[in-house]
Every structure is written in C-alpha cells, then in structure tokens.
C-alpha cells in the first residue's frame, strides 16, 4: 500500500506540474532529421469502431517508451493483462487476465503478423506462447481483444487475444545496451527500398542476461529477420522470415522452507542444474487486395520449426530420493497453416453493412517426451508421443448501422479438431475428433456526447492436450474416462467507452465467464486433468489524460471474483486466480531532448487452494524510464526496474515437495519465485 501512496503522489505531481512546465521550444531540424513525433498517446481511438469496451489497440509509441525487463511485458500494455515468470527467462512467461491463471497462453491467443504463437499439446502447457523470438524495435503495434465476441479468433481466445504487426520499414539503427544484472544487449537492423516499390527490412539481435540468481541464468539469445513487404495493409504483400535461437539456466519456484532453513538464499536454487535450450524457425506470408471498390480478400500463410527441451525439478527429492525428480520436457514440432478472408461491404434501403467470410486452417505434427533426468542425464522415460493435430475453422460476421445510434455485430463460427497420438512407450494408439459451434454477438449504442454503449455476448473455447486421449492409471490400464478435447466458455459483457471531456478517454466493462471445466495440465505428470466446472465475474476501468502532447497520464484497474461452480462454499475458490490487476504510468515524449516513461503494475492477493487457507499476497512493481536526445540522431536511455526495491514474490504456489530427510510423503508447502531486484540498463541507440 505504501508503495502504491508513492506511485500515485508521484503522478499527481507530474500533472500538477504540467500548469507550470512548458516544452522546450524544438531546435530547426536539419533536412535529414528524423521526423518527431508531436503527441503523446499510448492507445488509439477506436470510438465509433471498435465492438466491446474491452478491446483496443497499442501504438508503437507507447511500446517504443514502455520500460520492459523481458520482451513478453510489453503486453502489459494491454489494460488488465499480467505477465510474470516463475522459472527462467528463455521460455515463456506467466499470463494474467480476468481472474485467469493463464499458465503460460491457454486461453490468451496470441498473433505476428497473423502467424499464431500459442502451441497445442505441448511438452510444458497447453497454449505455450513464447515470445522471445521478437524484438521490440520491430513492433508496430498491438491489437487485443477480450472474450469470445470475435469471430475470426478460434482457439485459445475465449479470454483474451492479441495481435503484433511488425514494421515493414525500419532507418538503420543500431543499438548497444548494458545493465546490472549481467544483461548485455546489442541490435543492429534497417530497411531499403527496392525496384517497384518493395521494401527489404532485415534486423538482428544479441542479448545476455545472468540475473540477480545464484546460479546465473547465463541467457544467450540471438534473433535474426528478414521481411520483404511491398504496398499497404489493405493493398499489398510481405513475406517473412524469422530464426531464433536461445539457452538458458533457470531458478524456478523454491521451497519457501528451504530459505528459511538457510539450505539456500533467496536467490538460490536447489538444484542449478535446471534450464532450457529454445529454438524457432517460421516463413509467414501476407497477401491482401481490394477485388472491388466494395470487396477485400486477404490472405496469410505460415511455416513454423520449433524446439524446446527444459530441465525443471519442482519437487526435488519426492519420487525419486537418490536421484532426484528432474525431468526433461522436449517438444519438436513442425506447424503449418493460413488463413482467408472475404469482406463485402454494401447497403441496403440506406443501411451500411459489411461480411466478411473466413476460413482458417493449422496442422501440428509433435514429437513430445518426458523423460527423469539427474543433472541433465536421462536416466528413463516416462512418455514418448508422436501426435498430429488438425483443425479447420470457418466464420462468419455481420456488421450493420442500422442507425446513427444503433451497430450491431453478429458473428457465428465453428472449428473441428482431429487428434491422433502414438503413444510410443506403451505402443498404445488414441484417435479423438471434436466440433464447437460458436454463435456470437454485440450490440453498440451512440455515440452520444462522445459516448457508446456496448452489450457482447458468445461462446468461445480451448483445445485441450491432445495426450489426454490415451490417459494411463498406475497399472498401466487405458481409462475409458477422456476429458473433452475442446473446452467450451460462455460469456457475456457490458460497458461503455467515453471522450466526453478534451483529451480524457474512459472505459469501463463489467464480465462474466463460465468454463465447462477448469482443465489442468500437469506438466511435470506431462498429463491433463480435466476439473471442475468455474464461472468468472469482474470490472474493468481504463482512463487515460493527455493535458499536454507531450504528457499523458493512464490508468488501468481490474477486478474479479473467480469461484468454481460445484462443491461446498469453503471449498470453490480456484487456485491461483487474482482478484486485482492493476497499472498506472506517465508517459512523456518530446519535451525538449526528454522522453520516458514512469510505471506501476500490481498484482492483488489470490488464494493458492482451494479452500483458501493458503494465500498468496501478490506482488507489486515501479519501473522507469528516461530518455535523452543528444543529437539529432543519437538517443541515450536508462531503464530503472524495481525502481522501490520490492522484496515481493512474482510468482508463489502451494504443493508438495520433499527436501533430504524430509518424510517420505513429502511436506505440502509454499514455493516461490521471488521478484527481480532493482537494477539498472543504459542503452544508447544510433540511426544513420
């Protein structure tokens, strides 16, 4: 709470400043200066467009500002959105949202260019999204969407979805950052303009990061793209091609007994063997066109190579008291898909209406294991699958003005999945096949004084680990018991979106979600679980105040109240669901040589059982960053994170492990991740 009175006091004297600090007259620029950019905003306005108050979409500004410690945080700029790490920083982070332990992307699907990042049946969750293989000067912006309102997104988007545009052109750039933590980045990337209009971007990257850990994480990554893109979003085409590769050591969660015992610091790991190897390789293509003054057809297909093996031990001695329970999680796939849509817009009797048509596609052949290992070694294993995993979707959507005060959008889409898994240690077989209809539906009311009205409802779904088809007992036997393969959600929202006052911008939304069934995906078991029955309720407020174009204040405040549907009253709460988000910040751009940004993000308190006798208190973060222009075209940054010094966990779970001379059953317990300390990255950045 405390640090949350410095936050807002700091705010507040930012825009109590603004009535006395005026902006530095900017110098004559030289005729080859880059172009400033004149007014701040962090999200564009999408009155009159947009379908539900919850949705929105990132400037590139605002993320070019924003001060991130890892590249998945620049999604935090989405309003109610948390992303944390419990385990090392080459995979991929922890996703918040609407009372959702997101795990590492189930039920947030995220998009690059159209290309999907979400995995199905993956080796460490289902919906795995890592994002390490972007690099933030390459973002154009963010478009995110929250609920099963919208008809083009399938699986996994029944909370929430996101989609990243990369920049088709880039100055030549090259940048050199250095921080505190053993973080050493460099990045070098530009763009040239071709014969008949084409443009060839090529960018890539180099980073290292130890970590305040013990055992340092050692990160090596390295990033490289190429991208040909020729005309515009609505009339042209860009193809792709992106490499990433990283290794890593990693602290996860620990036993919060063993700090407390002195076996280890807070920053210690029990077993410093632990880590990952990471590698992608996509080709995504874009082709869009207008077929008339009245039709658009666009088009995207992709190409993705991807391998991932991690080496985690979670309950140290537990299951095996000599060896140890690490275990290797490997995940091989190759991916393959695209998409196609037909918009039509026309009137009839005076009424502006639009259709659109889409057909969407994807095919995963997986090769994923688990195997016990001791320091890396196998020693066996425990699951070998072969899996092919395909699925097709189609939609339809209608938009109408029905009046100048009255939008409908009505949507209607249904997927079918086939799964078939060969499973190769028990030389047993499982096929599975699943359909979802999902109809949906807004209806927006205004503007009225600068204000809309809207009222959303749908259905939505994620598809489940397509391993669960073949789910053995501990004598080997196939259950006949399957948990569904798509897991259908159902919800409804309401809100408004205001800019009733110069350059303030409101939204409030008040949701619900029902799920069939909390699915769990034990990744250590390398199993799903199916579980019980959930419903969702919640609020979110979202302000942002631009008294000045180079000062904007925003703020971001979610909360919800996550019960399962079933069981005694004492025993519905769901583990791991937050009931608070929140975020403020400054951003400041063009004052003078100046520019920056001041943010606070906090996550609330949240039961860790069931039975809410064990709680987590959360975790709660400042961040800064400050900016200096020292000529035309040099720039000198410093990125402050932890800016207080919070001695916060920024992820805390509640299981049972088992330390040297523990019982046999082991010792149900608390076991964190804690919050990086503060540190400090200076990055100087040159165009040519």
Do not use: C
């Not at 900017?26 to 009155?47: C, E, F, M, R």
């Not at 419990?86 to 947030?108: I, M």
């Amino acid at each position: 709470m405390r640090r949350t009175s410095i936050m807002l006091a700091a705010i507040s004297a930012l825009a109590l400043a603004t009535g006395t600090v005026r902006a530095a007259e900017p110098a004559a620029a030289s005729p080859d200066a880059p172009p400033q950019i004149v007014v701040t905003a962090s999200t564009q306005d999408v009155l009159g467009t947009a379908t539900t108050s919850s949705e929105g979409a990132i400037t590139r500004q605002e993320i070019q500002r924003r001060p991130a410690y890892r590249v998945g945080q620049y999604l935090e700029a989405i309003p109610g959105l948390s992303v944390t790490s419990h385990s090392g920083e080459g995979k991929a982070n922890q996703y918040l949202l609407r009372g959702f332990n997101l795990d590492h992307g189930t039920d947030f699907a995220t998009f690059v260019d159209g290309m999907p990042v979400n995995q199905r049946t993956h080796a460490h969750g289902q919906g795995y999204t890592d994002l390490n293989f972007l690099m933030p000067e390459l973002f154009g912006g963010i478009a995110f969407t929250k609920g099963p309102y919208f008809a083009a997104a399938g699986d996994f988007a029944a909370v929430g979805s996101a989609r990243l545009s990369l920049v088709d052109s880039l100055p030549p750039t090259l940048s050199l950052s250095a921080g505190t933590v053993g973080d050493r980045r460099m990045f070098a990337g530009g763009s040239v303009a071709l014969r008949g209009g084409t443009t060839l971007l090529g960018a890539g990257e180099y980073f290292h990061l130890d970590g305040p850990w013990d055992n340092p994480d050692n990160l090596r990554r390295f990033n490289g793209v190429v991208r040909l893109s020729h005309g515009t979003a609505e009339d042209g085409w860009s193809a792709t091609a992106m490499a990433y590769s990283g290794r890593w050591n990693a602290t996860t969660d620990q036993p919060l007994r063993a700090v407390e015992q002195g076996l280890i610091g807070r920053f210690g790991s029990l077993d410093p063997s632990d880590g990952g190897i990471s590698q992608r390789m996509s080709l995504s293509l874009r082709y869009a066109r207008p077929l008339s003054s009245a039709d658009q057809l666009t088009t995207e297909i992709y190409g993705v190579r991807q391998h991932l093996t991690l080496w985690s031990n979670f309950t140290h001695y537990l299951d095996d008291p000599v060896n140890g329970d690490q275990h290797a999680q490997n995940d091989r796939r190759w991916i393959a898909g695209g998409s196609l849509a037909l918009t039509h817009r026309f009137a009839t009797v005076g009424i502006e209406q639009t259709l659109t048509l889409g057909i969407d596609g994807r095919f995963d052949a997986i090769r994923v294991d688990l195997a016990h290992t001791r320091r890396r070694a196998v020693l066996s294993t425990d699951r070998d699958d072969q899996v092919e995993e395909a699925s097709l979707g189609a939609y339809a959507e209608h938009k109408a003005q029905w009046l100048s005060w009255l939008r409908t959008v009505l949507g209607l889409r249904v997927d079918r999945f086939h799964v078939a898994d060969h499973d190769l240690v028990r030389a047993e077989r499982g096929h599975e096949h699943a359909a979802l209809w999902q109809p949906k539906g807004s209806i927006i009311l205004g503007p009225w004084a600068r204000t809309e009205f809207y009222v959303s409802a749908g259905r939505g779904f994620h598809s489940n680990d397509g391993r669960a088809g073949l789910v053995t007992a501990d004598d080997g036997s196939t259950s006949l018991v399957r948990p569904p393969l798509l897991v259908g959600a159902t919800s409804m929202e309401a809100g408004l979106r205001s800019n009733l006052m110069r350059q303030l911008t409101l939204a409030a939304t008040v949701f619900q979600i029902d799920f069939a069934s909390e699915l769990t995906y034990s990744a250590d078991a390398g199993q799903t679980e199916a579980g019980r029955p959930s419903r969702r309720r919640g609020l979110e407020l979202s302000a942002q105040y631009r008294p000045l174009p180079w000062l904007e204040l925003n703020s971001n405040l979610a909360f919800s109240h996550a019960r399962y549907r079933d069981g005694a009253p004492a025993t519905r709460f769901i583990e791991d669901a937050p009931g608070f988000i929140g975020a403020a910040g400054v951003l400041v751009d063009n004052l003078g040589p100046w520019s920056g940004a001041l943010t606070w993000r906090r996550l609330g308190p949240h039961p860790l059982t069931e039975d809410n006798s064990q709680r987590s208190p959360g975790y709660g973060e400042i961040n800064l960053s400050a900016g200096y222009q020292l000529t035309p075209r040099v720039n000198l940054r410093a990125d402050i994170y932890n800016l207080l010094g919070s001695r916060d966990d920024a992820a805390d779970y509640y299981y049972v492990s088992r330390l040297p001379g523990e019982p046999a059953a082991g010792v149900a317990g608390i076991n964190a991740h804690p919050l990086e300390p503060r540190s400090l990255r200076v990055t100087l950045s040159a165009t040519l």
